[in-house]
T-cell receptor, first 115, second 118 residues
Framework: DAKTTQPPSMDCAEGRAANLPCNHS???????VYWYRQIHSQGPQYIIH???NNETNEMASLIITEDRKSSTLILPHATLRDTAVYYC????????????????FGQGTILTVHP | KAGVTQTPRYLIKTRGQQVTLSCSPI?????VSWYQQTPGQGLQFLFE???????NKGNFPGRFSGRQFSNSRSEMNVSTLELGDSALYLC?????????????????FGAGSRLTVL
């Protein structure tokens, strides 16, 4: 799986949009970008994933650049409960029998939302 | 529906002992994976089970082992505990039937079992 690079920490004011960048310059054509977050002392929580199109769900939006070498997770209206470590992960798709249970986590970005 | 359940949530052991951790996946999920999280190494993949078979294994010594039962519940065991085994052990399950789109195969994690080795 391709490696990812994220800033170690970011701050955001409550109610503002939080934009978390991720670099994955070695991503291959069939690898997906996944985002998980981990609130203190809990297990990681799935947020969103995408291949090449921008994606949006009830939690966040994912913007993937056209060359797919980087992406941005957007939390449109951050709240204090969004304070967490955010992990950007790139992994192979299901086709070909690749193990789905194995995710390679980096150090992630510690997002702190301030009142 | 119920999430991934891990037991025990907290436990304290001494060096040289062994420990068994349990994971009950979401009903219908057949894949169970285990991860170790430490402040120094972060989240690291231990192993994955599917249909009672270990499908993938991370770079951990043989003291770390696991198994999966026919009802998809899984256990992991660490023998001859060392101080460095102190960690949060996380279990995750996924649906994975082979016919679902990529998005259906996200991992759902439990709250973890926090092991302290003295």
């Amino acid at each position: 799986d391709a490696k990812t690079t994220q800033p170690p920490s970011m701050d955001c004011a409550e109610g503002r949009a939080a934009n978390l960048p991720c670099n994955h310059s070695t991503i291959s054509g069939n690898e997906y970008v996944y985002w998980y977050r981990q609130i203190h002392s809990q297990g990681p929580q799935y947020i969103i994933h995408g291949l090449k199109n921008n994606e949006t769900n009830e939690m966040a939006s994912l913007i993937i650049t056209e060359d797919r070498k980087s992406s941005t997770l957007i939390l449109p209206h951050a709240t204090l409960r969004d304070t967490a470590v955010y992990y950007c992960i790139v992994r192979h798709p299901r086709a070909g029998g690749t193990s789905y249970g194995k995710l390679t986590f980096g150090q992630g970005t510690i997002l702190t939302v301030h009142p | 529906k119920a999430g991934v359940t891990q037991t025990p949530r907290y436990l304290i052991k001494t060096r040289g002992q062994q420990v068994t951790l349990s994971c009950s996946p979401i009903s219908g999920h057949r894949s169970v994976s285990w991860y170790q999280q430490t402040p120094g190494q972060g989240l690291q993949f231990l192993f994955e089970y599917f249909s009672e078979t270990q499908r993938n294994k991370g770079n951990f010594p043989g003291r770390f082992s696991g198994r999966q039962f026919s009802n998809s519940r899984s256990e992991m065991n660490v023998s001859t505990l060392e101080l460095g085994d102190s960690a949060l052990y996380l279990c995750a399950s996924s649906l994975e039937t082979g016919k679902l789109p990529e998005g259906a195969n996200v991992l759902t994690f439990g709250a973890g079992s926090r092991l302290t080795v003295l």
